[in-house]
């Protein structure tokens, strides 16, 4: 399989659809509204699919173009986006059931699960994979499509923080700039604007940070009824895991989130000077990720997920 072949998919297909993995973050988002540019930029009509939009992504070009349901479509040719296996994609069933499948994605424990599949897990964001696929095509990279590309190295780089991120990644914000995209403005939605929501639910986690391992182990947590008071939307847990990572010390910020009775989304993230690799702790929960960032769902009640979390955390530290 090369980029070739995947050009040669997208230039034969009619009905295209673009999906990306549940609860999308900037990089997923990016990724799908860049795509979708890009095939407008080749002629077709493509579809995408985001059932929990972050509102704070809604200034991104095509954001008000998504749909929540394609009801019973059926498509030629079915794209995933930064998703490493097919159980966390959401509309799955398209993907499924399309003529050909493609996967574009950058993380380690991509199961492969495409017909066609471009992994890159030395790409710090699936929009920096994006952004050579769309030069090898010479699929021209204007204000519109880099800002989307841009929104996602920003939100998966942290800001161009984390060690993944490569000179090439400030060379294709180099050339942004060039053509006029605005790089502090997107920095500051991205990163530095919260809602009101987020802001209380970020809070209310800050009051219950709890510390393990002599404080190599930051925890904590939020409920449905938190989410319920201070009237969440998608997207408005986003950042609580960061704080428990930044406190000196910490080797791995842990954060979960119930998802409904006895189910709950962990999310874990390395400290600051850590090597521990997150992604090893959420793969024996059937999840996986980033070895800085990684996430999993656990079922039971919440001292039951602590609990294995909690464990499974102190074996990794060991």
């Known amino acids: 399989m090369t980029l070739d072949d995947i050009l040669v998919e997208m230039k034969n297909s009619e009905k295209i659809v673009i999906m990306a993995h549940e609860f999308p973050d900037g990089d997923a988002i990016g990724s799908m509204l860049a795509m979708s540019l890009a095939l407008k930029s080749l002629g077709k009509k493509p ?28 498509y030629d040719l079915a794209i995933s986006l ?52 769309f030069q090898y095509y010479n699929i021209p990279i204007d204000i519109e499509l880099g800002s989307c590309i841009l929104a996602g190295i920003i939100t998966d780089t942290g800001g ?3 060690s993944g991120v490569t000179p090439e990644t400030f060379e294709f914000t180099a050339d942004l700039l060039r053509k006029g995209v605005n790089v502090s403005d997107i920095y500051q ?21 709890e510390f393990f391992e002599n404080g190599k182990i930051s925890f904590t947590y939020i409920t449905k009824k938190d989410e319920e008071e201070v009237h969440a939307e998608a997207g408005d847990h986003e950042g609580i895991v960061e704080n428990g990572r930044s406190v000196e010390g910490v080797e791995v910020s842990a954060f979960i989130r119930e998802r409904e009775k006895n189910v709950y989304k962990i999310s874990l993230r390395t400290g600051n000077n850590s090597d521990i690799n997150v992604s090893d702790i959420c793969y024996v929960f059937g999840g996986g990720g ?25 074996n990794s530290l060991k």
């Not at 959401?90 to 003529?99: M, Q, S, T």
């Not at 493609?102 to 994006?130: K, Q, R, W």
Request: charge should be positive.
């Open 47 to 74: 579809d995408v699919i985001v059932k929990e939009f972050p509102r704070i992504f809604d200034f991104l070009p095509g954001a008000n173009e998504v749909k929540k349901d394609l009801g019973t479509e059926k």
């Open 290 to 314: 980033h070895p800085r960032a990684a996430g999993a769902t656990i079922q039971g009640n919440f001292e039951q997920v602590k609990e294995k979390l909690i464990k499974e955390i102190k």
């Open 160 to 162: 161009f923080k984390y």
């Open 82 to 133: 930064d998703c490493a296996d097919l159980k966390r994609l959401v509309g799955k069933e398209y993907f499924e059931n399309a003529k050909k499948t493609i996967v574009i994605d950058h993380h380690s424990t991509n199961s492969m699960y495409g017909d066609f599949n471009y992994v890159n897990p030395v790409s710090p964001a699936c929009c920096e994979i994006l952004a050579g696929m």
């Open 189 to 209: 939605r991205v990163l530095e604007t919260k809602t009101k929501s987020n802001f209380e639910l970020i809070r209310r986690a800050t009051n219950r940070l």
